[in-house]
């Protein structure tokens, strides 16, 4: 569906993190969001981190990281994404890089590939058309040049790069497979038929609704079984999805065990809205993008 993006609402909690444009400057000093359940270990650690970069005026800091302490230890971290946003594909890489220098990353897990494909045997040198081979990567969906960056920072480190979405061949056997009309709670389907029509314009005919919610349940069940099976002792997978794909209701953590809790990490251009806030442990604001009708050239003329 990256071709009609789903309008998936990104949100979070407490203070967001507003970041300005590549190179720019804040009209205010910058906020961070403090995670849920934020330990006096973890609270001391982004005190600490941000020193001196609450003066009014201040640039944003580069080192946005410097709260990445506080959400760990965690077996996952699942990160949402808008999927035409630079600037998210930028801070996945640089939390790749941030993992990956602390020793911390176990492994990078992509909905952009499909499960079965990983880089695991390449070294860090291999090159990036290695890298996509290993893949399998379809540049005409998910572009490597946005990409490719954050694919290449787990490379180079000499951590794998796993395939984590629902093959395509599957897809016809999880449209039929009604058994996943029963994983949500009625309200959360719901909320998953109403994300599928928007995420279309409107043009999906209702008939096809329950089978395209059962595809994307199963796309976020193959998720979450390839990060379980990357687990490391001590370190940490890092998921990066579409934001639909990480929320706590409808997407990856409904198919993890009560003893797996993930942090849950949401990018959202512009103000993030409230009202499913606490579907996220973090949340950051990154600029607005310009205004598009993604919808236009669908609509019958």
Same mark, same amino acid.
């Given at each position: 569906m990256r071709a009609i993006p789903l309008l998936r609402s990104v949100l979070g909690l407490? =203070?967001?993190?507003r970041l300005p444009a590549r190179g720019g =400057?804040?009209?205010r000093p910058p906020l961070l969001a403090f995670p849920r359940r934020l330990g006096a %270990?973890?609270? +001391?650690?982004l005190t600490a981190g941000l020193a001196g970069c609450a003066s009014p005026g201040a640039p944003v800091p580069p080192a946005w990281t410097a709260a990445l302490p506080a959400l760990l230890p965690a077996d996952l971290w699942l990160w949402g994404e808008q999927h035409d946003a630079p600037e998210h594909q930028r801070l996945e890489r640089e939390a790749v890089q941030w993992l990956a220098e602390r020793g911390q990353l176990a492994a990078l897990v992509l909905e952009m590939a499909e499960h079965g494909h990983s880089t695991h045997g390449l070294p860090p040198e291999a090159s990036e058309a290695q890298a996509q081979a290993a893949l399998q990567w379809q540049n005409a969906a998910w572009p490597w040049t946005v990409?490719?960056?954050v694919v290449m920072a787990a490379v180079r480190a000499g951590v794998p790069v796993l395939g984590g979405n629902l093959p395509r061949s599957a897809m016809r056997a999880a449209m039929a497979d009604s058994r996943w009309d029963r994983h949500l709670p009625p309200p959360a389907l719901e909320d998953q038929y109403t994300a599928l029509r928007e995420g279309h314009c409107g043009l999906l005919p209702e008939a096809q609704i329950p089978a395209m919610a059962r595809i994307q349940i199963a796309r976020d069940a193959r998720l979450a079984e390839t990060a379980l099976i990357a687990r490391q002792p001590g370190r940490t997978v890092l998921l990066v999805a579409g934001a639909g794909h990480v929320r706590r209701r409808l997407g990856i953590p409904t198919h993890l065990a009560a003893d797996i809790q993930p942090?849950? +990490?949401l %990018?959202? *251009?512009g103000k993030a809205p409230e009202a499913i806030k606490n579907e996220a442990t973090w949340m +950051?604001? *990154?600029p607005a993008l310009p205004p598009r009708d993604a919808c236009a050239a669908l609509r019958p003329r």
């Open positions: 407490g =203070r967001p993190l =400057r804040p009209e %270990a973890g609270l +001391l650690s990409y490719g960056p942090k849950v +990490l %990018a959202h *251009t +950051l604001e *990154t």
